[in-house]
Nanobody, 131 residues
């Protein structure tokens, strides 16, 4: 069975930092594109950041310069380091997995209904930023 487990959420004041972790089991991790989404109204998930099998990264404009995504293939884990957090960053953050055939490039949607558009999703971790 595939398991996707996020951790690291919490409550911090504006300007603070958090590091989210997502550990995946049951897949060949090196053959995955990984993404962090945050859940908005109406069960819509918006792409925050992604990292592909070749290390290519993407950041939404709202988090560029503040967030950093990385992956440790030896630990089957992807991280999202978040700095200079603001109240609009408050959300449930979901980790999502797309299984990629080696040598190909999959599609990572920028906005999807949560739990769709990627092969596997974690249940999410709550981030709350107070002003």
């Amino acid at each position: 069975d595939v398991r996707v487990v996020e951790s690291g959420g919490g409550s911090v004041e504006a300007g603070g930092s958090l590091r989210l972790s997502c550990t995946v089991s049951g897949v060949t991790f090196v053959d995955t594109d990984m993404a962090w989404y945050r859940q908005g109204p109406g069960n819509k998930c918006e792409l925050v950041s992604s990292i592909r099998t070749d290390g290519t990264t993407y950041y939404d404009d709202s988090v560029k310069g503040r967030f950093a995504i990385s992956r440790d293939n030896s630990a089957n884990t992807v991280y999202l380091q978040m700095h200079s957090l603001t109240p609009p960053d408050s959300a449930v953050y979901h980790c999502a997995v797309s299984i990629i055939d080696p040598g190909t490039r999959g599609t990572i949607f920028h906005q999807v209904p949560c739990y769709q558009g990627m092969d596997y999703w974690g249940k999410g971790t709550l981030v709350t930023i107070s002003s």
